[in-house]
């Protein structure tokens, strides 16, 4: 079973530069999220989804946006990349009020 | 600020020795889980909770949601090296529909 995976794994940006990371999930969950880690720290909100094609603002949602086409994928792009969203991305999926489910994360790092 | 507030944010302890960690916030939840997670990794999933004034037990993890469902408490007795890790607290609140974390605890049980 894949459960949650996100790609790519590690990516390195010059600021400025645009990419977008990919979650895919194979549970038939309603919910998605993208959270960002920063060292030492818990999880942060940025954006979530409760079905397809609808999404929602998290804690930190600024410079970030996101899809919901499909209801396995839900994609994090970020426009023009700044140094302060050097991160560590997650992905989870759940049903409202169930276990959440996450990704290896990816390991962004602008420069 | 953030929802969820944890303490201690560290913890170092001997191998052998009891530790608490505690998650407050002012809003209510309809539910709350204890995560672990592992460096290099997502959270896993430890506990839900769900009824105020619940006590829930994981072999030597004891977890207890406050009774007016505003708080949760992790308790660890006699720790194991293998009990390091960062434990992170989440909740839906009540009048929500969003996963949110708090900042996390880490623990260091020494041998």
């Known amino acids: 079973n894949a459960g949650v995976t996100q790609t790519p794994k590690f990516r390195v940006l010059k600021t400025g530069q645009s990419m977008t990371l990919l979650c895919a999930q194979d549970?038939?969950?309603?919910?998605m999220y993208w959270y960002r880690q920063d060292p030492g720290m818990g999880l942060r909100l940025i954006h979530y989804s409760v079905g397809e094609g609808t999404t929602a603002k998290g804690e930190v949602p600024d410079g970030y946006n996101v899809s919901r086409l499909k209801k396995q994928n839900f994609l994090l792009g970020l426009e023009s990349a700044a140094p302060s969203q050097t991160s560590v991305y997650f992905c989870a999926s759940d049903t409202e009020g169930t276990e959440a489910f996450f990704g290896q994360g990816t390991r962004l790092t602008v420069v | 600020t953030q929802l969820l507030e944890q303490s201690p944010q560290f913890l170092s302890i001997q191998e052998g020795e009891n530790l608490t960690v505690y998650c407050n916030s002012s809003s209510v939840f309809s539910s709350l889980q204890w995560y672990r997670q592992e460096p290099g990794e997502g959270p896993v999933l430890l506990v839900t909770?769900?009824?105020?004034?619940e006590v829930k037990k994981l072999k030597r993890l004891t977890f207890q949601f406050g009774d007016a469902r505003k708080d949760s408490s992790l308790h660890i007795t006699a720790a194991q090296p293998g009990d390091t890790g960062l434990y992170l607290c989440a909740g839906i609140e009540a009048a929500g529909n969003k996963l949110t974390f708090g900042g996390g605890t880490r623990v260091l049980v020494k041998p």
């Open positions: 549970m038939n969950h309603e919910y």
């Open positions: 909770v769900v009824t105020g004034g």
